[in-house]
């Protein structure tokens, strides 16, 4: 049975087919919960999902957690990319003298609306002025700890060595390897 990667971006399916070749992508339009539990957010768009097709499905948030806004914007981040840009971002926590971030990947997956598995990386890092593409997300200003590239700066097999996004599809594989 295929497995679903349920997205409408193709930056997203991209990373994720290069760590898991045999995802399909599936395109539907879910609404989005507006909440601050990614958890939340992915159980409902899993729920929604069985209502429009059948099959084993993923669903994936990312997430940024900015230390001067106490957590914020989290789940919401894709609110605050279009009104202040990534820039803006930058701009933001150089004023609030506090660029700490941390980078969070929650995938669910599912094989019914009444079995959902979470499995979550994260990375911590800094935000920086904006270096590299800057075609995907927030991946020009965020410095994973340790390095001296952003995201948008690191080739993909780099990037997805080390992301949140990695580490969760990671778990996600032992999972399904096991069951």
């Not at 995802?23 to 069985?50: G, H, R, V």
């Not at 940024?64 to 609110?79: Q, T």
């Not at 700490?100 to 911590?124: M, P, Q, R, V």
Request: hydrophobic share 40%; aromatic share 10%.
């Amino acid at each position: 049975m295929a497995l679903y990667f349920i997205t409408g971006s193709k930056h997203k399916f991209k990373e994720m087919q290069d760590l898991m070749p045999e995802l399909k992508q599936l395109n539907i339009a879910l609404p989005e919960l507006q909440e601050t539990d990614a958890e939340k957010i992915i159980a409902e768009k899993l729920k929604e999902a069985f209502l429009h097709h059948s099959g084993e499905f993923i669903v994936e948030d990312t997430s940024l957690y900015l230390d001067c806004l106490n957590g914020l914007p989290g789940p919401l981040i894709k609110w605050f990319l279009q009104k202040l840009g990534s820039f803006g971002l930058y701009k933001l926590t150089n004023k609030l003298d506090n660029s700490k971030a941390l980078a969070k990947t929650i995938i669910g997956y599912a094989k019914d609306k009444n079995n959902i598995h979470f499995f979550s990386g994260e990375i911590k890092g800094e935000i920086v002025s904006p270096k590299g593409d800057k075609s995907f997300g927030w991946n020009d200003i965020f410095m994973p700890e340790g390095y001296n590239k952003t995201f948008a700066q690191m080739t993909l097999k780099e990037k997805n060595s080390i992301s949140m996004r990695g580490l969760a599809v990671k778990k996600l594989k032992q999972f399904l390897q096991k069951n």
